[in-house]
């Protein structure tokens, strides 16, 4: 396995859970811990899915359009971890749905610029193999932290959840920052610094 491999491997797998926030593990904590009624539940967390929707034609033009594409997935990871944190310091109507806004907004910003990494690290010959390999880590990822948020609920309440989610986030930043060292090592790590003919041989490779 290359360098280029294990280091996308490990982003995907830890990005996995931070890239939709709490999601559904949010109606539970704001039913069973907060007491919200349902019809709120579903109106801030339609408000957060909403505003993820509509930022992620902008997010895919930003992606294409910087050149700092390492850093735009550690700032969003930031974003949406900060946006978790939040629930139990303000867990009122607006300051939830401001926070759901805010974490689907930067949410949209992880798939655009995974793709985009792919494609600059691994050229476009290799870009489909890959695209299924850093779902397959994705998922697999979902699953660790499903298990891990299942525990938590258990052993300490819904709150637990939300530790979770932190702690998934602060080891996708620590990873993206040695992996990404190492992928510039490897090969530019941004898509528009390598020539296309150079990108097609790797590709091939």
Not at 29 to 53: E, N
Not at 73 to 91: D, N, Y
Request: hydrophobic share 55%.
């Amino acid at each position: 396995m290359s360098r280029a491999d294990g280091s996308l491997d490990a982003l995907n797998f830890f990005l996995a859970d931070v890239r939709d926030g709490l999601g559904p593990y949010l109606a539970i904590y704001l039913l069973t811990i907060q007491r919200w009624d349902a019809a709120s539940i579903g109106l801030v967390m339609s408000i957060g899915g909403i505003a993820g929707i509509l930022a992620q034609t902008p997010a895919g033009s930003f992606i294409d359009a910087t050149r700092y594409k390492r850093a735009a997935v550690m700032a969003a990871a930031i974003v949406v971890t900060a946006c978790c944190l939040i629930l139990p310091l303000a867990p009122d109507f607006l300051s939830v749905a401001i926070a759901q806004s805010v974490a689907g907004i930067a949410g949209s910003v992880f798939a655009p610029a995974i793709a985009a990494i792919t494609l600059g690290v691994m050229g476009p010959r290799a870009f489909a193999r890959r695209t299924g390999r850093n779902e397959a880590f994705n998922h697999a990822g979902n699953a660790v932290a499903a298990v891990l948020a299942g525990g938590a609920a258990y052993f300490t309440g819904p709150i637990g959840l939300v530790v979770v989610m932190a702690g998934y986030s602060a080891g996708f930043l620590a990873l993206a920052t040695v992996a990404a060292a190492g992928l510039l090592i490897y090969a530019p790590f941004m898509p528009e610094t390598k020539p296309p003919l150079e990108g097609l041989a790797q590709g091939g490779s």
